[in-house]
């Protein structure tokens, strides 16, 4: 069950109004993407919220839009290339995903750049400040700070006796450990003993399911960058074989089989991306655009892996779910 079906389907048949079409330059616009993960498509939940943020500004794609998208595939060390592959193609602007990509780009050209999901921009360096970034990046900034009390609340709620919640996350990203800080004081605030689990390469996941055996969670929190959705289904199976709940960071983890999210809304986060790209095209300066935070955030439910768990998901829980999936 989609709530939001019917609001999602009516948004995309609304997505290209006459007006904004109108507002849109008759110049073909060629906008860079780069991730350290898989590129991105129009069918993954990132690329298609994308699309529909540049739409609803009037850019539509094959006609004044044009995407170059480059995926590192979970080989950070090809960042590089794919970055100078972009600047060649002279693309007008490049949207990065996750730190890496973030990191890349602010080292490798001067073009603008606008970033998502890179974790705290001011605590790994990549901007001076959120209201004045300087250089060449903006975008959208991380809130895992604010986030975690409420995972927390959700995992508590979900269950009752949380003494102790296993957090998974990728040691080699800067952006994703600052993350990892970020929920262990929000854990620690609220009496929850951390399990620190930090991987670098897929190798690791084994040795973080052998410490979870030994010494098991009541929980899991798994931080999401490209390493760990890359292993996210190795994830789904220990949760499930020893029947500890989790939560996730992106509700579509939840769609592919995790337990539970509570996220920012991914079409108001692009949107909002898209919003800032536009300003660039019209020519505002990235340094002097402020960094923005998510607004909208939703929390997810998979009631088919809660049943596999042993789960009964509390009706209160359940009835303030935005996306049920069964």
Known sequence: MRRREFVIALGGAAACPRAALAQASSK????????????????????????????????????NLVLERRGAEGHV??????????????????????????????????????VIFAGDPVGTGLVDTLARPGGNLTG?????????????DLLKE????????????????????????????GAKMMDVLVQPLGVREPEDFNLAFSTMEREMPDAILMVTDS???LNRERVF????AHRLPAIYEFDWLVR??????????????????????????????????????PTRFQLAI???????????????????ADEVFE
Do not use: C
């Open 227 to 229: 390493l760990t959705i």
């Open 256 to 293: 592919d089989g995790g337990l539970m999210s509570y996220a920012p809304d991914l079409d108001e986060s692009f949107g909002r991306l898209a919003a800032l790209a536009d300003r660039i095209f019209k020519g505002a300066n990235p340094a002097a655009l402020p960094f923005e935070q």
């Open 158 to 185: 979900m269950a009752p006796r949380l003494r102790r919640v296993a957090i998974l996350w990728n040691a080699d990203d800067l952006g994703m450990t600052l993350r990892y800080r970020a929920s262990e004081a």
């Open 302 to 320: 998979n009631l088919t892996s809660a049943k596999a768990i042993g789960i009964e998901v509390p009706p209160v829980l359940l009835g303030r």
């Open 237 to 240: 199976q220990f949760a499930a």
């Open 28 to 63: 073909v616009y060629h906008v860079g993407t780069l991730g350290a993960g898989s590129p991105m498509t129009d069918q993954d939940p990132s690329g298609a919220s994308l699309i529909r943020g540049f739409a609803q500004l009037g850019y539509v794609q094959g006609s």
């Open 77 to 114: 060390d090809r960042l590089p290339r794919l970055l100078d592959e972009l600047v060649a193609s002279k693309v007008d602007l490049i949207i990065t995903s996750g730190y890496p990509s973030a990191l890349a780009a602010k080292r490798g050209t001067t073009l603008p750049v606008v």
């Open 140 to 152: 959208i900034s991380d809130v895992s700070a604010q986030l975690t009390p409420k995972r927390m």
